[in-house]
């Protein structure tokens, strides 16, 4: 069984910077997919980042060159460095962990609203 719990949203003004984390805890394989993913008000949860854990990082086109996933394998973490901000990266982020046997597991999620 894994539990993944992701923190750090909030409140930020448009341009400002956020950076969300992950952790994983259970039964963790190194070699394994953690990612972001994000799900606005009337809108269908929708890919952010993520990384394969064997190579691999994919990046949604909407946030390249503004957000990027980082990972501590050591901690069974995952980051997600966002800049930029822009109101309509507005959402509730989930972290999203896949095991070798393909078993989804997503954290609770953390709000993340961009506003002046």
């Known amino acids: 069984q894994v539990k993944v719990v992701e923190s750090g949203g909030g409140l930020v003004q448009p341009g400002g910077s956020l950076k969300l984390s992950c952790a994983a805890s259970?039964?963790?394989?190194?070699?394994?997919?953690m990612g972001w993913y994000r799900q606005a008000p009337g809108k269908e949860r929708e890919l952010v980042a993520v990384?394969?854990?064997?190579?691999?990082?994919n990046v949604a086109d909407s946030v390249k060159g503004r957000f990027s996933i980082s990972r501590d394998n050591a901690e069974n973490t995952v980051y997600l460095q966002m800049t930029d901000l822009k109101p309509e990266d507005t959402a509730v982020y989930y972290c999203?962990?896949?095991?070798?046997?393909?078993?989804?597991?997503w954290g609770q999620g953390t709000q993340v609203t961009v506003s002046s």
């Open positions: 999203k962990y896949v095991d070798v046997k393909g078993l989804a597991y």
């Open positions: 990384d394969s854990g064997y190579g691999p990082i």
């Open positions: 259970g039964s963790i394989f190194v070699i394994s997919s």
